[in-house]
């Protein structure tokens, strides 16, 4: 893969892929809820690395439920990536889970950004 990208190609790719995580997000607005809420205590709590294959294994399974093969969205691209099989290391999971975190608050700002919602009384 010796492809070289410009600026303008890999911010078209991004934009595509922020539109197809909004339309899955969209589908599925609870299992994306719980998706952030684990990620979040993965990252910042004090977790026993016996428990991580069990945890590894809830997002994994979270991410493929979000996971589009034809419109890759971040779950797609983040699914294999900490699945406790395709994880060399456990010990990586945090790592791979604050990567996930900061992908998801760019969506998030993304989303409030393309979006201007008000509300009417």
């Not at 983040?78 to 608050?105: A, G, H, T, Y």
Request: glycine letters at 0%; charged letters at 35%.
């Amino acid at each position: 893969m010796n492809e070289t990208l410009t600026i303008t190609e890999l911010e078209r790719r991004w934009e595509k892929t922020l539109s197809a995580t909004e339309k899955t997000v969209t589908r599925y607005p609870q299992v994306y809820r719980e998706l952030k809420i684990l990620v979040e205590e993965i990252v910042t709590k004090t977790l026993d690395i016996s428990d991580y294959p069990v945890i590894a294994e809830k997002l994994g399974k979270l991410l493929r439920s979000m996971e589009d093969d034809v419109q890759k969205n971040i779950f797609y691209f983040f699914s294999d990536r900490v699945s406790p099989s395709s994880i060399s290391k456990l010990k990586l999971l945090r790592l791979e889970c604050w990567d996930l975190l900061d992908q998801l608050k760019a969506f998030d700002a993304w989303r409030m950004e393309t979006h201007h919602l008000r509300i009417l009384k």
